[in-house]
C-alpha cells in the first residue's frame, strides 16, 4: 500500500487508493477502482488561487488535484458506478425561483473579491450574492445547479445549490454519516443514503459534513471535497 499527503489550505481532498494483490506487487490507481482497496491519506488542494484582479483560474480548482499516482481524476476510474450527479435535474425549485447551470469562479482582489458562475462559455458572468455565496467560494472551478432569485441580467442571490460535476465526472453531493461502522453518504437533493465501501481514512476525517464525491462507491477509489463544514 502506498500513502501519500500533502497538507494545505484548502478543502479539496483526493484520496486514491493503491491496492496489491497475491503480492505481485503494487497496482495503479486506475485498476485501484476495481479492486477492494486499504486506506489511504488524502491529499488538500488549495481550490481559491491567489489575490491578484483577475478571474483565479491559474490555481487547481476544486477536484483538479493529483492523485496518489500522480495523475488528475478527470474521469472515473474503470469499473465504478458514476456518482451523480447528484440529483439536480430531478429538483424542483421553489414557486418563482429563478435557476441557473454553470461553474464557479472567485474574481476580483482580496478586498474586493467577488463569487460569479459562468453559464456557458462566452456567455456573461452572473454575480452570486447572500449567504450560499460564501459557501459556493469555496468551489471554484466545480459545476453547480443554483436556484434563487434573479437581480437583472448579471446578479443572482442563491437559497441553494447543488454540485453537478467535478472536471466533467458526474458527482454526489451529500453528509457523510456514520453506517455500521463505516460511512454512508446522504444526498442533498433527494436524501437518498449511499454506502462507502471501504472509505479512506482522509475522507473518515469529515463525518458530518457536506461533501461532493466523485468516483467508485463501491470500492473506495473517491476524489472529494468539503463544501461545508459539520
Keep these: 500500500m502506498t500513502m501519500r499527503r500533502v497538507a494545505a489550505a484548502g478543502t479539496v481532498i483526493v484520496a486514491t487508493v493503491v491496492a496489491s494483490a497475491c503480492g505481485s506487487g503494487d497496482r495503479g490507481a486506475d485498476s485501484a477502482a476495481a479492486s477492494a482497496p486499504a486506506d489511504t491519506a488524502g491529499a488538500s488542494v488549495d481550490a481559491r488561487g491567489d489575490t491578484s484582479n483577475t478571474d483565479r483560474t491559474t490555481p487547481p480548482a476544486a477536484g483538479q488535484g493529483t492523485s496518489a499516482?500522480?495523475?488528475?481524476?478527470?474521469?472515473?476510474?474503470?469499473?465504478?458506478?458514476?456518482?451523480?450527479?447528484?440529483?439536480?435535474?430531478?429538483?424542483?425549485?421553489?414557486?418563482?425561483?429563478?435557476?441557473?447551470?454553470?461553474?464557479?469562479?472567485?474574481?476580483?482582489?482580496?478586498?474586493?473579491?467577488?463569487?460569479?458562475?459562468?453559464?456557458?462559455?462566452?456567455?456573461?458572468?452572473?454575480?452570486?450574492?447572500?449567504?450560499?455565496?460564501?459557501?459556493?467560494g469555496r468551489l471554484s472551478g466545480v459545476d453547480v445547479w443554483l436556484s434563487g432569485k434573479r437581480e437583472g441580467e448579471r446578479r443572482m442571490t442563491v437559497d441553494r445549490f447543488l454540485v453537478h460535476s467535478v472536471d466533467g465526472v458526474?458527482?454526489?453531493?451529500?453528509?457523510?454519516?456514520?453506517?455500521?461502522?463505516?460511512?454512508?453518504?446522504?444526498?442533498?437533493?433527494?436524501?437518498?443514503?449511499?454506502?462507502?465501501?471501504?472509505?479512506?481514512?482522509?475522507?473518515?476525517?469529515?463525518?458530518?459534513?457536506?461533501?461532493?464525491?466523485?468516483?467508485?462507491?463501491?470500492?473506495?477509489?473517491?476524489?472529494?471535497?468539503?463544501?461545508?463544514?459539520?
Design 170 to 230: 458526474p458527482a454526489m453531493d451529500g453528509t457523510l454519516v456514520a453506517r455500521d461502522g463505516g460511512l454512508a453518504i446522504v444526498t442533498t437533493a433527494d436524501h437518498a443514503e449511499h454506502p462507502i465501501v471501504n472509505p479512506p481514512a482522509a475522507l473518515r476525517s469529515h463525518l458530518g459534513a457536506r461533501v461532493w464525491i466523485t468516483g467508485s462507491l463501491e470500492s473506495g477509489a473517491v476524489t472529494f471535497g468539503v463544501i461545508s463544514d459539520r
Design 69 to 136: 499516482s500522480g495523475s488528475r481524476p478527470g474521469s472515473a476510474p474503470a469499473g465504478s458506478r458514476p456518482g451523480g450527479p447528484s440529483g439536480a435535474a430531478s429538483v424542483r425549485p421553489a414557486a418563482n425561483a429563478d435557476t441557473l447551470r454553470g461553474v464557479i469562479r472567485v474574481v476580483g482582489s482580496a478586498a474586493d473579491e467577488q463569487v460569479v458562475v459562468r453559464p456557458n462559455v462566452g456567455s456573461p458572468a452572473v454575480t452570486l450574492l447572500g449567504k450560499q455565496s460564501a459557501v459556493l
